[in-house]
């Protein structure tokens, strides 16, 4: 199971776009709001999360955590207290991360990126601390998948899905979503 978590001002294609491509590839993923079950993104757009996070128990058979980016929903996600946990569970048990455009600065602050290839959404560098930070939009070290911003967020599904089914699984959803990515 995958958990994507959702805070008032999340980037609403960062997280969405992500969410479909692996229901697509066929992984289980719970949407979990902060603070309740309605979540309004940066853009106006409230989305109903599958379970609010005070209905998150238990953290075994998470096989992810994904984090989209978004202001302010980047600065909600990293006041949670669930949300904190469950990266640190997730890093500490070698259970795939995932975060876009901001939200990676969340790794940053953690410490979990030291020495790892990371990228973020232009002007976080400075969060990604001790991260070999680089211009690509895309990164995937460790089994940490950091990404830029909106524009790759489906190539970021795609590489949260190889890492979760494998390469060919990945395939075949982008061919079937004619992603030229």
Not at 39 to 51: N, W
Not at 89 to 104: F, H, K, V
């Amino acid at each position: 199971m995958v958990y994507l978590f959702l805070a008032q001002g999340f980037e609403e294609i960062e997280a969405l776009a992500p969410v479909d491509v692996l229901r697509r590839g066929g992984v289980e993923v719970v949407t979990v709001g902060i603070g309740g079950k309605n979540i309004t993104g940066s853009h106006g757009i409230t989305v109903s999360a599958d379970k609010a996070d005070s209905e998150l128990q238990d953290l075994s058979g998470i096989e992810a955590a994904v984090l989209p980016g978004g202001m302010p929903g980047t600065l909600n996600l990293e006041k949670s207290g669930v949300v904190i946990n469950t990266i640190k569970y997730c890093y500490e048990n070698n259970i795939l991360l995932g975060a876009i455009c901001a939200a990676p600065s969340i790794f940053g602050h953690l410490g979990i990126l030291k020495e790892k290839r990371a990228t973020a959404f232009p002007g976080f560098e400075k969060d990604l601390e001790g991260a070999v930070f680089n211009d690509n939009y895309l990164e995937n070290d460790s089994n940490i998948v950091t990404a830029r911003g909106m524009g790759v967020a489906v190539e970021f599904g795609l590489e949260l899905l190889s890492e979760l089914k494998g390469r060919e699984t990945a395939e075949k959803v982008k061919a079937s979503i004619q992603c030229r990515a």
